[in-house]
C-alpha cells in the first residue's frame, strides 16, 4: 500500500493505516487520519521477507533441511549449521552482498537440536560445541567441561577455516571480524572473542547494573549460555586472520586456573551477525 492510499483509508476510517509498502524488516511505517506519518526503528528485526515476497514472524527454531544441514526456520540472513560429518562446513552465513563459510577441522557428530541452539557433543573428550541461530546471524561457543578436558593442548589455539564469495573477512575494531564487500562496506560483523567461567551459579548474586545500546527498549535477542553472567571470571580474546583461517588464543590462566569453575566457555569466532549490541556490566564484562 502506497502513502497516498494509507493516507486516505485512515481518513476514511478515522484510524491509522500501515503504509505496507514501506515495510521492512526492521521498520514500520503508519499513516495517521490528519494526514502526518509516523516511522517505528525496531533494533532487531521485527518479520522476515520470504522468497515469495510474503512476510513471516522471526524464528530462529532450528530444522534439517533436504541438503543435510541444519538452519533456522525464519531468518533476516541466509544461515546454516553442519548436519554432521566433515567439518568444512561448520557455518555457511550469507545475504544478497554475499556469503562466508567458517569450517571445523575435523569430522563432526550429528548435532542435537534444541530450540535455536545445535550441540555438536565431545568434539573434543569433554568438550561441547553449541552454535545458537540468532535472526541476523549466529554464536558459537565451545563448552569445557572439566579441568581434565582443559588441558587438552589443542585448545591452546583454535582455528576454524575461512572461506567467502563476494566478501572479504578482515580484522575489526577492537580484535572483533568483519566480513566487507568489494567497497569495503561491513556486511557481517563481531566483536572480539570472549571466554568465561562458571563462578556467578556458585557465587552470591551480585548487584549489577547493564546499559544495553539499542534504538528501542526491546528483550535482549542473545540466548543463554552465549555470554557472561554477572560474578563470571571473563577473558577477551582478539581474532586473528590468516588468509584462509581465522583463530583465537584462549586465555590459559582462566581455562585452567586452579580457582576456575566449570564449565568454561569459549566464543572463538564472535558470532557474527548484520548488528551488533554493546552491553556493559558492572563487575566488568563488555560483550
Known amino acids: 500500500m502506497t502513502h497516498e492510499a494509507a493516507t486516505a483509508r485512515a481518513t476514511a476510517t478515522d484510524e491509522s493505516v500501515e503504509v505496507t509498502g514501506e515495510r521492512t524488516e526492521y521498520s514500520t511505517t503508519m499513516a495517521h487520519p490528519d ?3 509516523s516511522l517505528t526503528q525496531s533494533a532487531v528485526p521485527q518479520r522476515v521477507k520470504g522468497e515469495d515476497g510474503s512476510w513471516h514472524p522471526v524464528d530462529a527454531t532450528l530444522e534439517k533441511r533436504g541438503d543435510g544441514t541444519v538452519g ?22 550469507g545475504n544478497e552482498q554475499g556469503s562466508m563459510r567458517l569450517g571445523w577441522p575435523g569430522r563432526l557428530p550429528e548435532p542435537r537440536l534444541d530450540g535455536a541452539k545445535a550441540v555438536y557433543p565431545e568434539v573434543f573428550e569433554g568438550v561441547d560445541l553449541e552454535l545458537t541461530a540468532t535472526a541476523e546471524g549466529y554464536r558459537e561457543v565451545l563448552v569445557v567441561k572439566s579441568s581434565e578436558a582443559a588441558a587438552n593442548t589443542a585448545l591452546e589455539r583454535i ?9 572479504e573477512i578482515v580484522n575489526g575494531a577492537g580484535g572483533g571480524l568483519r566480513a566487507v564487500d568489494e ?17 556467578g551459579q ?18 535482549d535477542p542473545v ?9 563470571d571470571a571473563s577473558a577477551v ?27 568454561v566457555r569459549i566464543d572463538p569466532s564472535v558470532g557474527l551477525g548484520v548488528s551488533e549490541r554493546t552491553v556493559l556490566s558492572s563487575d566488568g564484562d563488555k560483550f
Open 72 to 93: 533456522p526456520r525464519s531468518a533476516v540472513v541466509d544461515l546454516s549449521f553442519s548436519g554432521g560429518g566433515d567439518g568444512a562446513r561448520l557455518i555457511e552465513l
Open 159 to 167: 582455528e576454524l577455516t575461512a572461506s567467502s564469495t563476494g566478501l
Open 183 to 199: 567497497n569495503g562496506n561491513t556486511v557481517f560483523k563481531g566483536p572480539a572473542g570472549q571466554m568465561w567461567d562458571s563462578a
Open 202 to 219: 556458585v557465587a552470591a548474586p551480585q548487584a549489577t547494573s547493564r546499559i544495553a545500546l539499542t534504538a528501542v527498549e526491546e528483550p
Open 237 to 263: 580474546m582478539p581474532v586473528h586472520v590468516d588468509g584462509d583461517s581465522v583463530s583465537v588464543r584462549p586465555d590459559l590462566e582462566l581455562l585452567r586456573g586452579d580457582e576456575t569453575v566449570y564449565p
Open 223 to 231: 540466548e543463554e549460555g552465549t555470554q557472561p553472567r554477572a560474578g
Open 35 to 37: 494526514g502526518t506519518y
